[in-house]
């Protein structure tokens, strides 16, 4: 009973961090580059009712798992062609990552958070199956677990290796093994010394020879995402201060962080980037969800352990460990898409597992009541993506295909596929904003008003709106100096605010705020030999 009124607890809090968000429209169908709104955490719990209402025999679950793990094995033999065969992947090209792979998941990271969920679970198909399969699945786990060595995540591995130690302190003092169960202890030992011994050691050929020892070196670029953290985690408190209980809104970090982000993220992190995540999961919450947010995703954790561990089937120990492992290597990064599906899964696969009766799980087994639930999810979940889904996936598909008419074609048909992808997925102000700014140079400075209007009417609070709009009037002969300070009053240390504003005002003769502004673009900003 604890875990549905944490479940329904979490989605609530969601939706109602949504419903009193800076920006509400952004809050509801999520960021462009993470779709991770309150429309998308809707479709997790349609999966997960989904799930426990769909399935009345585990058999079909545990086929879902056995499923899940072969797609693992696939993912991984892609990553391990990355590194390998780097002729045949030409379009995987895993340089621009220093050589690190991520097969289909866009990034190194997302990959070794991805496979720490999935090793448990190989090992568990290696002790449950016998003669071939066993073999087979004992050459999947190794295909990951190599797979994840090639990610050169440090997250991701000291993720396996609290998930690897949880499964193996539970496995053994269940089993009564008390020798393996002291044993296992020894592992983070292990870590800590070879951790230790690579640092010491630093210099010597082994350790600059081989590119996973190096990478857990303590210097240089090895400690530039350390850096980030450390000087990311006191302004994300600070932010969170200010929105304690409810926070700012699903996927609206980057919305509200910019205002409290100090200039040193400039001096350790790419110029250019913006920070859209905490890179630590229960500030990430608080941040979206607040207090209340957190205290229902703990809630969710807690009760599914407390029902997982006095079970005793191998299975969901796989499970649990999986979900500790995410739970650890998240204190350092955060979850996409991919990531959240198999969370829901792995915590409705727990739930169906650990009871031997439909009964006890509080279902009821009446026919017509499962029937019914099955028929409205399935109905809101296909009318979702047939009236969204589709059309987001045809709208990016326009917004692609504009960068190619642009060389094939001209800059004209890239406006006209812009326009369409507006048209298809009007609930995105990223390809408003890409419109707005083609409109711009091409002088066509109505059609960049309108759509400039469009990305403001969905988020106003977004400093790039200010920004983009203040550029337009600067062009327009319009008063920009407004627009300029609502965008440094968003994001104090947006450096290209203050260049552009110095441009604007050089342009209409102010010369001495001009170098006012261009001084503070250049208190902001590194030497230029040091940019990232």
């Given at each position: 009973k604890f875990l549905w009124i944490a479940i329904f607890g979490y989605f609530l809090v969601m939706f109602l961090a949504t419903l009193f968000a800076d920006a509400p429209l952004l809050s509801f169908w999520g960021a462009y580059f993470r779709l991770q709104g309150f429309y998308t955490i809707l479709h997790y719990l349609l999966f997960f009712l989904l799930l426990v209402f769909g399935i009345s025999d585990t058999k079909i679950l545990r086929g879902m798992i056995v499923l899940a793990v072969l797609t693992s094995f696939l993912v991984s033999l892609n990553g391990l062609l990355q590194y390998f065969l780097p002729n045949y992947m030409d379009f995987w090209n895993i340089d621009k990552f220093l050589g690190r792979i991520f097969s289909t998941m866009g990034h190194p990271n997302y990959l070794g958070t991805y496979l720490i969920m999935m090793i448990p679970l190989s090992f568990v198909m290696f002790l449950k199956n016998h003669n071939w399969k066993q073999y087979f699945y004992i050459t999947v786990f190794a295909v990951q677990v190599l797979a994840l060595i090639l990610t050169f995540g440090r997250a991701s591995l000291l993720g396996l290796m609290a998930g690897g130690l949880f499964f193996a302190l539970v496995y053994t003092f269940r089993n009564g093994y008390k020798k393996l169960f002291l044993t296992s202890l020894i592992v983070p030992l292990i870590g800590v010394l070879v951790l230790v011994g690579v640092n010491v050691f630093s210099s010597s050929p082994t350790v600059n020879g081989n590119a996973f020892l190096s990478r857990l070196v303590l210097e240089g670029e090895n400690v530039r995402s350390i850096e980030t953290r450390l000087v990311m985690w006191p302004a994300v408190l600070e932010q969170i201060a200010n929105r304690p209980f409810l926070g700012y809104g699903p996927d609206s970090f980057s919305n509200n962080f910019m205002k409290y982000a100090p200039a040193e993220l400039l001096h350790v992190e790419d110029l250019n980037s913006r920070a859209d995540r905490a890179h630590?999961?229960?500030?990430?919450?608080?941040?979206?969800?607040?207090?209340?947010?957190?205290?229902?995703?703990?809630?969710?954790?807690?009760?599914?352990?407390?029902?997982?561990?006095?079970?005793?089937?191998?299975?969901?120990?796989?499970?649990?460990?999986?979900?500790?492992?995410?739970?650890?290597?998240?204190?350092?990064?955060?979850?996409?898409?991919?990531?959240?599906?198999?969370?829901?899964?792995?915590?409705?696969?727990?739930?169906?597992?650990?009871?031997?009766?439909?009964?006890?799980?509080?279902?009821?087994?009446?026919?017509?009541?499962?029937?019914?639930?099955?028929?409205?999810?399935?109905?809101?979940?296909?009318?979702?993506?047939?009236?969204?889904?589709?059309?987001?996936?045809?709208?990016?598909?326009?917004?692609?295909?504009?960068?190619?008419?642009?060389?094939?074609?001209?800059?004209?048909?890239?406006?006209?596929?812009?326009?369409?992808?507006?048209?298809?997925?009007?609930?995105?102000?990223?390809?408003?904003?890409?419109?707005?700014?083609?409109?711009?140079?091409?002088?066509?400075?109505?059609?960049?008003?309108?759509?400039?209007?469009?990305?403001?009417?969905?988020?106003?609070?977004?400093?790039?709106?200010?920004?983009?709009?203040?550029?337009?009037?600067?062009?327009?002969?319009?008063?920009?100096?407004?627009?300029?300070?609502?965008?440094?009053?968003?994001?104090?240390?947006?450096?290209?605010?203050?260049?552009?504003?110095?441009?604007?005002?050089?342009?209409?003769?102010?010369?001495?705020?001009?170098?006012?502004?261009?001084?503070?673009?250049?208190?902001?900003t590194p030497e230029y030999w040091k940019w990232k």
């Amino acid at each position: 009973k604890f875990l549905w009124i944490a479940i329904f607890g979490y989605f609530l809090v969601m939706f109602l961090a949504t419903l009193f968000a800076d920006a509400p429209l952004l809050s509801f169908w999520g960021a462009y580059f993470r779709l991770q709104g309150f429309y998308t955490i809707l479709h997790y719990l349609l999966f997960f009712l989904l799930l426990v209402f769909g399935i009345s025999d585990t058999k079909i679950l545990r086929g879902m798992i056995v499923l899940a793990v072969l797609t693992s094995f696939l993912v991984s033999l892609n990553g391990l062609l990355q590194y390998f065969l780097p002729n045949y992947m030409d379009f995987w090209n895993i340089d621009k990552f220093l050589g690190r792979i991520f097969s289909t998941m866009g990034h190194p990271n997302y990959l070794g958070t991805y496979l720490i969920m999935m090793i448990p679970l190989s090992f568990v198909m290696f002790l449950k199956n016998h003669n071939w399969k066993q073999y087979f699945y004992i050459t999947v786990f190794a295909v990951q677990v190599l797979a994840l060595i090639l990610t050169f995540g440090r997250a991701s591995l000291l993720g396996l290796m609290a998930g690897g130690l949880f499964f193996a302190l539970v496995y053994t003092f269940r089993n009564g093994y008390k020798k393996l169960f002291l044993t296992s202890l020894i592992v983070p030992l292990i870590g800590v010394l070879v951790l230790v011994g690579v640092n010491v050691f630093s210099s010597s050929p082994t350790v600059n020879g081989n590119a996973f020892l190096s990478r857990l070196v303590l210097e240089g670029e090895n400690v530039r995402s350390i850096e980030t953290r450390l000087v990311m985690w006191p302004a994300v408190l600070e932010q969170i201060a200010n929105r304690p209980f409810l926070g700012y809104g699903p996927d609206s970090f980057s919305n509200n962080f910019m205002k409290y982000a100090p200039a040193e993220l400039l001096h350790v992190e790419d110029l250019n980037s913006r920070a859209d995540r905490a890179h630590n999961t229960f500030l990430d919450l608080l941040a979206v969800g607040g207090i209340l947010g957190l205290l229902a995703y703990l809630g969710v954790l807690i009760s599914i352990f407390m029902i997982g561990l006095r079970s005793r089937k191998d299975v969901v120990l796989g499970l649990l460990s999986g979900l500790f492992a995410l739970l650890v290597a998240n204190q350092f990064g955060f979850s996409m898409v991919t990531h959240y599906v198999y969370f829901w899964f792995f915590v409705g696969g727990i739930l169906l597992l650990s009871f031997e009766s439909r009964n006890s799980l509080k279902i009821p087994e009446n026919i017509f009541f499962k029937v019914f639930a099955v028929l409205i999810i399935a109905a809101v979940s296909g009318f979702l993506i047939f009236s969204h889904n589709v059309k987001l996936v045809k709208a990016d598909y326009y917004f692609r295909k504009g960068f190619t008419d642009l060389y094939a074609v001209g800059v004209f048909e890239m406006m006209k596929d812009y326009k369409i992808a507006c048209e298809l997925n009007p609930h995105q102000d990223y390809y408003n904003f890409a419109t707005a700014n083609l409109a711009m140079e091409l002088k066509a400075f109505e059609v960049a008003e309108m759509y400039l209007e469009k990305a403001g009417e969905f988020n106003d609070f977004n400093h790039i709106y200010h920004f983009d709009l203040a550029r337009l009037n600067a062009s327009t002969g319009k008063d920009f100096d407004s627009e300029f300070e609502k965008a440094s009053l968003l994001a104090p240390t947006y450096h290209y605010v203050y260049l552009e504003w110095g441009k604007a005002l050089n342009g209409v003769s102010e010369h001495t705020r001009a170098v006012e502004k261009l001084e503070k673009y250049l208190s902001l900003t590194p030497e230029y030999w040091k940019w990232k």
